[in-house]
């Protein structure tokens, strides 16, 4: 199965600020997609639009499985977003998180079993049913939304800077969830301002100002610009640009 996310001239504009700049991309399953900038590059504007929470001036957005088109309505409820700033339920325990989004989702029984048991190990927040929200660590919350994100088995999963304000030890532990997630039937797009990240993807977007400026897997893009982390890519390009 293969699932595309086709992005063709997108132009988004908040008054007289362009917030993407006739952007074309394309998004497959099977791999970890970055979508790698800093602030005000773009990032959560361009995620924001494949979600169809944000309607862009111009161009257009298209989904396709094995070469056949699917309009946004019929794969609209299976992209689950993840912001930056997530609304989890402070006094709700995880376990309670799981039922109300299984009602929320319309989940039957024998699945939600199946798939809360497998993400709960996976993320290991299965010895900590009981804990409300509000008292769990920054990474095991990361973990927990991401957790919620996963019920619904999302065809597209979107996700914004997840990582932001986590310790170095969660953040690892949130890549290897990542990597145990990549399938050939679900597309991930990961969004980051820490350009380290960029390195653990298996394709990287790269924005600045509301455009995309490259694109490639990390190792051939530093590779051909001849530099060794994505900090000297970005200063490389900027002194390009100026």
Known sequence: MSLNIQINQILKKFGEVVALNHIDDSFESGKLHGLI???GAGKTTLLRNIMGLLI???GNINFSENDNSIIFSEIKSKISYMPQRQSLY???SIEEHLTFFKSLYGIDDATFHKKSKELLEITRLNKFLDRPAGKLSGGMYKKLGLMLSLLQSPKVLLLDEPTNGVDPISRREFWELLNHLISDNIIIIY?????D???RCDLVHLLDNGRLFSKGPPDELLEKA???TFDEYYLTHT???V
């Not at 969004?191 to 350009?195: D, E, G, L, N, R």
């Open 239 to 241: 002194k390009e640009t």
């Open 56 to 58: 862009p001036n111009s």
């Open 37 to 39: 900038g800093p602030e």
């Open 226 to 228: 001849k530099v060794k």
């Open 191 to 195: 969004a980051t301002s820490y350009m």
């Open 197 to 199: 990240e960029a390195e």
């Open 90 to 92: 402070p006094d709700l």
